[in-house]
């Protein structure tokens, strides 16, 4: 029975002893954690900038769309057959320059029987006229001679406008397309014949978001590229809408660029850069530096080795930065890394980016 109890009592002791250890080893580890007792954390190092005042362009990057500068289908205003064609496809014509003309044979003749009509009708308010001063006949025999007249001397003007419209002319200097007719054939107004296209300057449309509306100007400077080339052209913005527009919240810009060479072609994209107005004295920092809350936006800040909030106003942003507006002071060491997991008076040990 003695040896029943030492056994026991062993057991007893080793287990003791054993809850003790692990005990000793736990308190142990928590204090190496802490800092070796009661000490404090180490530092978070955190990386951050100095930032001092320094001008901000800001540059939109937008999508746009190639026009030509003028550009018409032409159609005829009259139908007939198509007797002549005096244009090649893809070469150059000028204003005024006769580009189709429609059989115009039933029209002459109509033109030929409405001027006996014009001119008998003259010689009968001549008479009437003449009879009228004589108290032959009366001032409502005359008006109806005199009536008769102008009504014939109308359709005569009118024949002859529908016989001008058979010559149809290039509205202005430009490039001819592609025709869709051939001699012979029957040309209505709904008749395509070819598309006129003056590219010699061709207009840029893109639209900027609302918020910058105030910042655009007519007379404004834009560079854009083209797909297939990394050639930047030069244009100028010669107009705007009047209204933003309500669906997507943008203002439409056009402007106008030289293609004296014809490397643009309209009906391709543009890529745009929108120079904005340049903020003189402006805080830069990253946009990773800038904290959403519920009452704005903050960032953090080391002063004496501590990590400090500070509520800021914020401006343009762009792709990799954006403006401080209010809140900074030049000098101060705003943090860029670790500041969703920071709380305010952490100690931080910070490492310093050079600002480029």
Same mark, same amino acid.
């Given at each position: 029975?003695?040896?029943k109890? /030492?056994v026991y009592?062993?057991?007893?002791?080793?287990i003791g002893?054993?809850v003790y250890y692990?005990?000793?080893e736990n308190?142990?580890?928590?204090a190496?954690?802490?800092?070796? @007792?009661?000490g404090?954390?180490?530092?978070?190092?955190?990386?951050g900038?100095?930032?001092?005042?320094?001008? $901000?362009?800001?540059?939109l990057s937008l999508?746009?769309?190639?026009?030509?500068?003028?550009?018409v289908?032409i159609?005829?205003?009259?139908?007939g057959i198509?007797?002549?064609i005096?244009?090649q496809e893809?070469?150059?014509?000028?204003?005024?320059?006769?580009?189709?003309k /429609?059989?115009?044979i039933?029209?002459?003749?109509?033109?030929?029987?409405t001027?006996t009509a014009?001119?008998?009708?003259?010689?009968?308010?001549?008479?009437?006229?003449?009879?009228?001063?004589?108290?032959?006949?009366?001032q409502e025999?005359y008006? /109806?001679?005199s009536a008769?007249?102008?009504t014939? &001397?109308? &359709?005569?003007q009118?024949?002859?406008?529908?016989i001008?419209?058979t010559?149809?002319?290039?509205?202005f200097?430009?490039?001819i @397309?592609?025709? #869709?007719?051939?001699p012979?054939?029957?040309v209505t107004?709904?008749?395509l014949i070819?598309t006129?296209?003056?590219?010699?300057?061709v207009?840029?449309?893109f639209?900027?978001?609302?918020k910058?509306a105030s910042?655009?100007k007519v007379s404004?400077?834009?560079?854009?590229?083209?797909?297939?080339?990394?050639?930047?052209?030069n244009?100028?913005?010669?107009?705007?809408e009047?209204a933003v527009?309500?669906a +997507?919240?943008?203002?439409?810009?056009?402007?106008i660029?030289?293609?004296? #060479?014809?490397?643009l072609?309209? @009906?391709?994209?543009? #890529?745009v850069?929108?120079?904005?107005d340049?903020?003189l !004295?402006?805080f830069?920092?990253p946009t990773?530096a800038?904290?959403?809350v519920?009452? =704005?936006?903050?960032? $953090?800040v080391?002063?004496k =080795?501590?990590a400090?909030?500070?509520?800021v106003?914020? @401006?343009?942003r762009t !792709?990799?930065d954006i403006v401080v507006?209010?809140?900074?002071k030049a000098?101060?060491?705003v943090? +860029?890394?670790g500041v969703? +997991?920071?709380? #305010?008076d952490?100690?931080?040990?910070?490492?310093? +980016?050079?600002?480029k």
């Amino acid at each position: 029975m003695k040896v029943k109890y /030492i056994v026991y009592t062993l057991l007893i002791v080793g287990i003791g002893a054993l809850v003790y250890y692990r005990i000793s080893e736990n308190k142990k580890q928590k204090a190496e954690q802490s800092g070796g @007792g009661g000490g404090k954390k180490p530092p978070m190092a955190v990386n951050g900038i100095v930032v001092n005042p320094q001008e $901000f362009s800001n540059i939109l990057s937008l999508s746009g769309s190639i026009e030509a500068n003028e550009q018409v289908q032409i159609t005829s205003e009259v139908s007939g057959i198509a007797q002549s064609i005096y244009f090649q496809e893809g070469t150059t014509v000028s204003k005024g320059q006769v580009l189709l003309k /429609i059989n115009d044979i039933e029209l002459r003749a109509q033109a030929g029987q409405t001027k006996t009509a014009q001119n008998l009708a003259s010689e009968n308010e001549r008479r009437a006229k003449l009879l009228l001063q004589k108290e032959a006949i009366s001032q409502e025999e005359y008006d /109806i001679a005199s009536a008769d007249f102008k009504t014939a &001397q109308a &359709q005569t003007q009118l024949l002859n406008a529908q016989i001008a419209k058979t010559s149809i002319r290039a509205p202005f200097s430009g490039t001819i @397309g592609l025709r #869709n007719i051939s001699p012979g054939t029957y040309v209505t107004p709904q008749t395509l014949i070819t598309t006129l296209v003056n590219s010699s300057k061709v207009k840029i449309t893109f639209s900027v978001p609302e918020k910058y509306a105030s910042q655009i100007k007519v007379s404004s400077k834009i560079t854009f590229t083209v797909a297939g080339t990394n050639e930047k052209y030069n244009a100028t913005i010669y107009a705007l809408e009047p209204a933003v527009e309500v669906a +997507t919240r943008t203002l439409r810009i056009r402007a106008i660029a030289d293609n004296a #060479n014809g490397k643009l072609l309209p @009906g391709t994209f543009a #890529n745009v850069d929108l120079p904005l107005d340049k903020t003189l !004295d402006a805080f830069v920092v990253p946009t990773e530096a800038i904290v959403p809350v519920q009452n =704005g936006k903050k960032v $953090f800040v080391s002063r004496k =080795g501590k990590a400090q909030e500070v509520m800021v106003t914020t @401006g343009t942003r762009t !792709d990799k930065d954006i403006v401080v507006l209010e809140g900074l002071k030049a000098g101060d060491t705003v943090l +860029t890394t670790g500041v969703l +997991t920071l709380k #305010n008076d952490a100690d931080v040990k910070v490492s310093v +980016t050079p600002v480029k």
